[in-house]
């Protein structure tokens, strides 16, 4: 069990992967952790399904980073969604069969054809590069963190709820203060 910032990592760096796009990384992370209740209940492999099906709803693109050469970012884009999450699974986090195929929502043979889907196209796309192609998403996704705007964003909500939950209480308290008032001095014991 991963706690929210971990969770929020995770999401974050495979939606970065997935999508190309670090922005649209932070909306996936929104709709995956932020509406959780309650984060236990949330498994890695269930984790990765909706990172995967928040991240398909946004058009994919090259990563643009130093790090990730160009040529290796635009084959990586110019892969279907599917063969993409299927490479990305195998190749850069080494995730088993069985939960990659619960991650995409389809069979074990269909993951494996998507696989070897993406490994044909990028050994014919990379030649001799796609031997670290893996290793180098890997180094740049662990690079990846949280953007501060998204963890600010989320300090913010945490105050105003906290502040409406004390605005309520004290409201309630009132209201019970002069309701109690209202009776004491209505039936003549004040």
Known sequence: MLDRESCERRVYRLATLLTGNP??????????????????????????RLTVLRSREIKSGAITC?????????????LEPQQREAWVFTHV??????DMSKAMDCSTI?????????????????????GKAGQILLSYSM??????????????????????????TVFILAAIIAGLSWWLK???KL
């Open 93 to 98: 986090y080494k995730i088993p069969l069985r």
């Open 186 to 188: 209505s039936s003549g």
């Open 143 to 168: 690079t990846l963190q949280v953007p501060e705007f998204y963890r600010a964003d989320q300090r913010r909500k945490r105050r105003m709820k906290w502040f409406y939950r004390v605005a309520a």
């Open 110 to 130: 269909a993951t494996e054809r998507h696989i070897d889907h993406a490994t044909a196209e990028l050994t014919e796309k990379l030649g001799t590069e796609f």
């Open 23 to 48: 922005n649209a990384a932070v909306k996936v992370i929104k709709s995956v952790v932020s509406a959780q209740l309650d984060l236990r209940k949330l498994d890695d492999s269930h984790m990765d």
């Open 66 to 78: 130093q790090l990730v050469p160009l040529k290796l970012a635009q084959a990586l884009a110019s």
